[in-house]
């Protein structure tokens, strides 16, 4: 019976784990679109739909998306909060007058998945915007 719950209670870990946005990375997130535009507010609800969104890009809809994907060595040891700085710094430069242009109040949210492979590290990422209307 202890087994059973001890494995129950890493699964959910696991699954939260998974499931929440890790706090250094979603700094950088919000950092990076601070940068750019002071007048856009973080929405938790977009943040869980760009989960959704890496898991089924066409389940969600958005009314602007900057995707990012990047590759490092597997013995890379810098924080995770520096890889999604590293992986979007370049994206958000691309979009700097799309992300500017943005109305006040409109809202965002980002999210990740962070693979580990035998050979790499996998960082896929995203960031949603709905504009106010």
Not at 1 to 10: G, H
Not at 50 to 55: R, V
Not at 57 to 77: L, Q
Request: overall charge positive; proline content about 2%.
């Amino acid at each position: 019976m202890l087994l059973i719950f001890t494995v129950l209670a890493c699964f959910l870990l696991n699954v939260a784990s998974y499931e929440t946005l890790n706090g250094q990375a979603k700094s950088a997130f919000k950092e990076l679109n601070v940068i750019l535009n002071r007048k856009i507010d973080w929405s938790d609800e977009l943040e869980k739909m760009a989960l959704e969104y890496l898991k089924s890009p066409t389940s969600v809809k958005a009314d602007m998306i900057i995707k990012g994907k990047k590759t490092f060595p597997k013995d890379d040891s810098s924080s995770l909060g520096m890889k999604t700085w590293d992986t979007f710094d370049g994206r958000f430069k691309k979009n700097e007058k799309k992300v500017r242009n943005l109305p006040e109040g409109s809202k965002y949210g980002c999210n990740l998945i962070f693979k580990t492979t035998a050979k790499q590290q996998i960082l896929t990422g995203v960031c949603l915007y709905n504009k106010k209307k």
